[in-house]
């Protein structure tokens, strides 16, 4: 009964999901929406930690294992915040949503080496686990991959003016 509550549970997540991030948003700009994303991102960020001290708890994962997976959530709440208060800032300086080059270029890096690419190295963990574990941190993971999306569609976005090449910002969909 406990299995089927979670899975209902993710399912309604993934349906939510899916509805709300495909639905156009006509009244917020891609930069307030990655300023959402962003709030987002913190949230998820603490439910996965919560997650992990429960398996660890439970034995279903050594500690090194969950010292290697907390190291990398705070390096991604660190980050996070980061981008959070950047966005926050360009939000109230730049309701239009065009942000100068020269300030988002450092944001951009920023996100993709502290967020994105430790969250696809953390995919690889959840990967690993068991299927009865993985169902456990599912929910959290979900919802944190749907927060750090968000934000990469806009780190996207921003790429073609950036000076970096797209590639930088862009990886296989985990």
């Avoid at 998820?44 to 439970?58: I, P, V, W």
């Avoid at 994105?116 to 941190?137: D, R, W």
Wanted: with cysteine; charged share 20%.
């Amino acid at each position: 009964m406990k299995r089927f509550i979670t899975t209902l549970g993710l399912i309604w997540v993934l349906l939510t999901t899916l509805i709300t991030s495909g639905c156009p948003k006509s009244s917020k700009t891609a930069l307030e929406d990655g300023f959402s994303a962003s709030v987002r991102v913190s949230s998820y960020g603490r439910d996965a930690t919560e997650a992990f001290t429960k398996l660890r708890q439970d034995g279903a994962i050594s500690k090194e294992k969950f010292d290697s997976i907390i190291a990398t959530l705070e390096k991604i709440s660190i980050a996070g915040r980061t981008v959070h208060n950047q966005l926050e800032s360009f939000v109230a300086r730049y309701p239009d949503g065009n942000v100068p080059a020269s300030e988002f270029k450092p944001l951009a890096i920023i996100f993709n080496a502290d967020i994105y690419t430790p969250f696809i190295e953390l995919l690889g963990i959840v990967a690993g686990l068991s299927p009865a574990n993985q169902t456990l941190v599912a929910i959290a993971m979900a919802g944190l991959k749907t927060g750090i999306y968000t934000i990469k569609r806009l780190m996207n976005r921003h790429s073609a003016y950036l000076g970096l090449p797209k590639e930088n910002l862009t990886y296989a969909n985990a």
